[in-house]
């Protein structure tokens, strides 16, 4: 009787227990439908923002030849083939190459994918056709995505929509990762069972048990923890989302999702991005052993990463092949021809990332947008780089710097370091940005953040400013001696030439050409320090240096942007354009947000930046930058100016043309002496870039108040090159009257008394 008692009570418990579990179930299942539902079914992908480069305009006659513009292609990633099939291909034959363009969103219009053939010949484009034969002015290739500016977590995707997914990835997906996709309910406890076993027979894993569904919401959902409770709430929210959404719906999902690489701190999402990030080109052009690497690296990023496990990363590639053709996906013929196939990844270097300019990109933004904004908001940025401008100077910097590590070997191994900034003066367009030699990866951007003494970078600011009083001009006399600066606390500065030695009487130009610290001290206590300080402001610098004597010689530490934005003004003739990166930003839906439009404030009148800029001149071809010839053409003309910090622990060039300015830093990172000046180290890398760019000569027009002359370059007499050996041509203001070599005294007062007559007359008539 007890015992029936004791019975009827465990089986009350039981039922009672079983109830419980049963309704705790339920509300665990309802739970986690409650979270799963709303959030998938409103998902919204955080969505970097996407920038682009500055498109390529063909035209006829611009200077390029049919190898650069396949060069071009390339960068793009279109494909060579016999037959123009599909966009994103291209067909060469000799002088001619026919392009099958993509579709592509330009930040003003979308173009809709077509044909165009370029003609060239004799180096340059000769026409543009359509594909009925008619001319085409103007063509503009695809702007180059160059990254995103992803989050902090570094989550970086491209969101495809179904029609732009090959038709072979979801085929190939359920093949190798879920065969009973199409027919369970979320989980497959038949494949579960078998990778248990097929893993345990060979002691690794061979196989993974998981569905499609499963493996989704592992990634959107849940964390990479390996427990039996996660295990259980992936298998209930699998079977919840299968019972929720359609196939189609979690496939393009899984396939918008799924972590497929690491690049640095970023994170590669979904195959739409990863098609970009390992071959360079949109989803919907990739080949089957392209589809098939993807679909490899699926089951282990890091294991099967091609970059860095090639063979490994083959070998699974090839397997995917063979299932492929084993389930009837492909033919065995396709799968033959896919193996034998290269992996054709791109490297690093070329897979259009460009870690420093986008952080300039991103400083940019972060002025008018929320940081959210940039990282989920799907925005397109439309900037000013110039990708061939940037794999130029990224190969240059690169190239000199090996050599020069040659040359100075340091005992511990320590390499040089170096930055480059490009613009484009008239524009202040930055068209490169080069943080680094490691250009491919993020770190530390030495061209926005690295902060050095800029040397005799600051002479130019000097002489502007005694330009600007009006009792200097290019052949002023001036006093290269020693000289005492009284400083506080009773503290003496006694600057020295970098020769040690003295000069004497010399004219201004050639004080700023050959870098004389004595003459520019001498010139820069007449000028007033305080008045140098403000010219560096007007010209550019944000922050006002501290006036003391030590700024004349370049007691200042810049990064080598701030130093582009003050050369820029110059190079612009007096004109300050803030240096800017983004051109517009352009919202998901394709409307625009925000233009940056060029802003241009006059800064420094016109014609005395005239006269510093021939006094510039000067350096590259008499001074401590002629060295710059050694390379490029006697026929460019280029105004620079370079610089060496005490105890040779920078080396600076900073010099435009009548297209390019470009500033260029070298140094250590720990600020250890290099050994190099300005002309020994930065300026072989400017030099190294610039003859590998299609520049122009600085070519600005005489202001109508300066008169041009010649002066003997060690005296500053005004002479004639007939008359003298050593002579340099200057700017100076029409009224002034020089002291004239003797013997060349009458050639000089009769152009005097030609241009007195002229201007009697004008007055008379």
Avoid at 42 to 52: I, K, Y
Avoid at 118 to 138: F, K, Y
Avoid at 291 to 300: D, E, M, N, P, Y
Avoid at 338 to 350: I, N, Q, S
């Amino acid at each position: 009787m007890a015992t029936s008692r004791r019975a009827r009570r465990l089986r009350r418990i039981l039922l009672i227990a079983a109830i419980i579990a049963i309704v705790a179930d339920g509300l665990f299942i309802l739970y986690l439908d409650r979270i799963v539902t709303p959030q998938f079914e409103g998902r919204r992908w955080t969505l970097p923002a996407q920038v682009f480069a500055q498109p390529l305009e063909l035209y006829a006659g611009l200077p390029m030849p049919a190898d650069a513009l396949e060069q071009e292609l390339v960068r793009l990633h279109y494909t060579p083939v016999d037959n123009l099939a599909r966009p994103g291909t291209y067909h060469r034959r000799g002088s001619r190459i026919d392009i099958a363009t993509r579709r592509v969103q330009f930040a003003e219009e979308v173009r809709e994918a077509g044909t165009v053939s370029v003609l060239t010949g004799g180096g340059s484009i000769q026409r543009l056709l359509d594909s009925g034969g008619a001319d085409v002015p103007l063509f503009r290739l695809d702007p180059l995505l160059i990254g995103s500016i992803f989050p902090i977590h570094g989550e970086d995707r491209i969101v495809v929509s179904p029609a732009e997914v090959p038709s072979l990835l979801p085929a190939a997906l359920k093949v190798v990762e879920d065969r009973k996709f199409d027919r369970h309910h979320g989980v497959d406890p038949e494949a579960i069972a078998r990778a248990a076993w097929v893993n345990l027979r060979s002691g690794s894993i061979e196989q993974g048990g998981s569905t499609l569904t499963q493996q989704l919401v592992r990634s959107y959902f849940l964390d990479d923890r390996q427990t039996l409770w996660r295990k259980i709430k992936e298998a209930l929210m699998a079977i919840i989302l299968e019972a929720r959404f359609d196939k189609a719906d979690l496939m393009n999902a899984y396939i918008n999702e799924i972590y497929l690489g690491q690049d640095g701190e970023r994170a590669i999402h979904g195959f739409g991005l990863a098609s970009r990030f390992y071959f360079g080109k949109p989803l919907d052009e990739l080949d089957l052993h392209e589809i098939a690497l993807l679909v490899a690296v699926v089951r282990g990023p890091s294991y099967y990463d091609p970059r860095l496990h090639a063979d490994r990363a083959r070998a699974r590639r090839d397997l995917v092949l063979r299932q492929l053709a084993h389930f009837e996906a492909i033919t065995e013929q396709q799968a033959q021809d896919a193996v034998a196939l290269p992996l054709g990844v791109t490297t690093r270097v070329t897979s259009g990332y460009y870690p420093a300019y986008l952080d300039f990109v991103r400083r940019t933004l972060r002025r008018d947008y929320h940081e959210e904004d940039l990282t989920e908001a799907g925005l397109k940025v439309y900037t000013s780089l110039d990708p061939r401008v940037q794999a130029t100077g990224e190969q240059a910097l690169n190239d000199e710097l090996t050599r020069l590590d040659r040359l100075r070997k340091t005992k511990d191994g320590v390499q040089l370091e170096g930055a480059i900034v490009v613009t484009a003066p008239q524009s202040g367009d930055v068209i490169a940005v080069i943080g680094g030699r490691q250009v491919g990866f993020d770190g530390f951007n030495r061209a926005l953040d690295a902060r050095r003494s800029i040397g005799s970078l600051a002479k130019p600011m000097v002489y502007l400013a005694a330009l600007e009083t009006g009792r200097y001009n290019a052949a002023t006399i001036v006093l290269d001696e020693p000289i005492e600066v009284k400083l506080a606390r009773g503290k003496v500065w006694k600057p020295e030439n970098f020769t040690q030695e003295t000069y004497g009487p010399v004219p201004l130009t050639h004080a700023l050409a050959d870098s004389l610290n004595l003459a520019t001290v001498h010139v820069g206590l007449d000028v007033g320090v305080k008045n140098i300080a403000d010219t560096f402001v007007r010209l550019g610098l944000e922050q006002r240096p501290d006036p003391n004597p030590a700024l004349i010689l370049g007691s200042l530490d810049l990064a080598p942007l701030e130093v582009a934005q003050i050369f820029n003004s110059l190079a612009n003739g007096g004109f300050r354009t803030p240096l800017r990166a983004v051109r517009i930003v352009i919202g998901a839906d394709g409307t625009a947000l925000k233009a940056f439009p060029l802003q241009i404030t006059p800064v420094a009148d016109s014609a005395t930046v005239y006269q510093l800029n021939r006094m510039l001149t000067k350096v590259t071809q008499r001074g401590t930058g002629r060295a710059v010839y050694s390379r490029l053409s006697p026929d460019i003309v280029v105004a620079g100016k370079t610089g060496t910090s005490s105890e040779f622990r920078d080396s600076w060039f900073a010099g435009f043309t009548g297209s390019h300015l470009a500033v260029v830093w070298v140094g250590y990172d720990d600020n250890r002496p290099t050994g190099l000046t300005g002309a020994a180290g930065a300026l072989s890398i400017w030099s190294n870039l610039m003859r590998r760019l299609p520049i122009t000569s600085w070519d600005a027009p005489l202001p109508e108040s300066l008169r041009e002359t010649w002066i003997e370059y060690d005296t500053g007499l005004e002479t004639r090159p007939t008359c003298s050996e050593d002579v340099v041509s200057i700017a100076v203001p029409s009224e002034t009257v020089l002291p004239a070599k003797p013997g060349c005294i009458e050639g000089a007062f009769s152009d005097f008394a030609t241009r007195a007559k002229q201007w009697l007359k004008g007055i008379i008539h």
